[in-house]
């Protein structure tokens, strides 16, 4: 088992390098990336049994090109001689076993080209369901098996949507480079995006799989971990790795033995995790004023103030309201906005929140979420409304999509229920 | 042979007037019965459905398809959530007993058609 997760770690440490590898000798990301794809799931196969060779990256590299110059004998004459024309003008056929040879490697193999793939990956033509699903594969070095199990969706669909993200690529004429500026900060608040969007996925779902559901936030991190080491001058960057950090040190907490919610300030403080929670401080620390000030760094600011709190009751509710005025200015949206009456509601008591939820009524992009009539729910609560607390608590159940959430929300709104016998059991 | 158990909405309506105790029952003998189904392997699929209030239902009117909000049938009648089981029809009725025997609400058991011509 031990053995097992050494050779992942491994196999998902050095797929970026062969795959940038062999991009930059070869062009053609799409059947590149296939090739190292195929390469990956044989080391995977034979080196738990057989022990890791002692250079792994060339045997992958090895493994991958073979795998590409097979390829690429499998299409037609026709397709070959176009494809080599148009892309490949120093020619293709190399000896199957030439990357495997000392000297005859490819160039720059020791290269890490992490960035480079991140910001392919993450190009601004696919849709965020393939940036993601991209990402773990290219640049995270995961199997389209393993990516499949994580969101929870058939291996073919995970499949189609890999090749579609890479003929998009090819549409769009991306190149395997870093962007220059002024694109390049543009670009990387995508690629920060997409990571964001990973850890989240793995990290808001807590029923089913929920191991599966882990690996997710754990590729997040180690993905943000890396970039953070390429660019340490990036204060977002670290902002969102210390965010995720800050974050994830809480998720035993988040549910208990039976999977159910267990809210922030009913959480067991005792099960957070105090190194990861000491280890995004400190990326925080060093990160804040070494840059502008970004979304990333705020929030990672706000659940440091959350982890840092002893009990629910010493949280420093006034110094979170201050950060999401600010976040307000920088990064306004409806869900800041929630987020804010909370703290509000906690600093000036729940009719002030619930004057603030009052500006979302109307906001379309909150008409498919069950978090404002929780919130809301949650705040009528404290002011003593139970009827109207309990209505909005049934509601948000009844738009909920996460049945743990479901779940929640129909038994807060059952704990404010006194039900009277029935007076006609048959209805 | 496949079984599909259904759930029917009725008893999202049903269980509003129960008490927390016994709506945290309820979802501890589901969550159990399909970590069980799971482990024994006779789980081939289950999933919820969210609420029949937020169902769509796309009729043809005027000549084309035309979608408008809400489920098509009474909300009591709406798929809630199924399981489809790998089994002969004494255990997948066994299985939705369990459930009935405390929900006090019906369940529905169907065979799932064999895509084979067998005789």
Redesign the interface.
């Known amino acids: 088992m031990n053995g097992q997760h050494r050779v992942e770690d491994l196999l998902r440490e050095v797929a970026p390098q062969v795959l940038g590898a062999l991009v930059r000798r070869y062009g053609q990301f799409d059947a590149c990336e296939d090739a190292v794809q195929e390469a990956l799931l044989a080391a995977a196969l034979q080196w738990p049994g057989e022990g890791v060779p002692d250079r792994p990256r060339s045997w992958l590299l090895t493994v991958a090109s073979r795998a590409l110059v097979d390829a690429w004998r499998a299409d037609s004459a026709r397709r070959r001689r176009e494809t080599a024309a148009a892309l490949d003008p120093a020619g293709h056929m190399l000896p199957a076993d030439a990357a495997g040879i000392p000297g005859v490697g490819l160039p720059g193999a020791g290269r890490d080209d992490t960035l480079a793939l991140l910001f392919l990956c993450c190009h601004p033509a696919l849709s965020p369901p393939s940036q993601l699903a991209l990402t773990l594969r290219a640049a995270g070095g995961l199997t389209t098996a393993q990516i499949a199990a994580a969101f929870l969706v058939p291996e073919a669909t995970i499949a189609k949507r890999i090749a579609r993200a890479k003929r998009h690529i090819r549409a769009a004429g991306a190149r395997f480079e870093l962007p220059d500026q002024p694109q390049r900060t543009e670009r990387l608040a995508v690629v920060l995006h997409v990571l964001y969007l990973i850890f989240n996925e793995g990290y808001t779902t807590s029923s089913g799989p929920a191991l599966q559901r882990t690996d997710l936030t754990a590729e997040a991190i180690r993905l943000a971990r890396r970039l953070h080491r390429l660019l340490p001058g990036e204060a977002e960057a670290a902002g969102l790795l210390a965010l995720m950090l800050l974050t994830d040190a809480r998720r035993a907490a988040r549910t208990d033995t039976d999977g159910r919610i267990v809210p922030l300030a009913d959480q067991q403080r005792d099960q957070w995790d105090t190194a990861a929670i000491a280890e995004g401080q400190a990326i925080l620390t060093r990160a804040l004023g070494t840059g502008p000030v970004g979304p990333y760094q705020l929030q990672a600011a706000i659940a440091a103030l959350h982890d840092e709190a002893p009990t629910a009751e010493a949280t420093d509710w006034p110094q979170i309201l201050a950060l999401y005025d600010v976040l307000t200015t920088i990064a306004p949206g409806p869900l800041v906005t929630l987020s804010r009456a909370v703290a509000l509601a906690h600093v000036h008591g729940p009719t002030a929140g619930l004057a603030l939820l009052g500006t979302l009524d109307t906001d379309d992009r909150m008409a498919h979420t069950h978090r404002l009539e929780a919130v809301r729910a949650h705040l009528l609560e404290q002011t003593g409304n139970t009827t109207a607390a309990r209505h909005s608590y049934l509601r948000a159940a009844k738009i909920t999509a996460s049945l743990p959430e479901q779940r929640y929300l129909e038994l807060r709104a059952a704990r404010l229920h006194h039900p009277a016998p029935p007076a006609n059991p048959a209805d | 042979m496949k079984y599909m158990i259904m759930m029917f909405g009725g008893l999202g309506a049903a269980?509003?007037?129960?008490?927390?105790e016994?709506?945290?029952s309820m979802?501890?003998l589901l969550?159990k019965l399909d970590t069980e189904l799971k482990q024994s392997g006779e789980c081939v699929a289950s999933d919820?459905l969210?609420?029949p209030?937020?169902a769509r239902t796309v009729r043809f009117t005027g000549g084309a398809p035309v979608p408008t909000d809400g489920p098509f049938a009474e909300v009591k009648e709406s798929l809630a959530g199924y399981w489809i089981v790998e089994a002969d029809e004494e255990r997948a009725l066994q299985i939705a007993s369990r459930v009935v025997g405390y929900t006090e609400y019906p369940m529905e058991v169907r065979r799932i058609m064999d895509h084979s011509a067998q005789p």
């Open positions: 269980t509003q007037d129960r008490s927390a016994w709506i945290a979802h501890e969550m919820a969210v609420d209030s937020q």
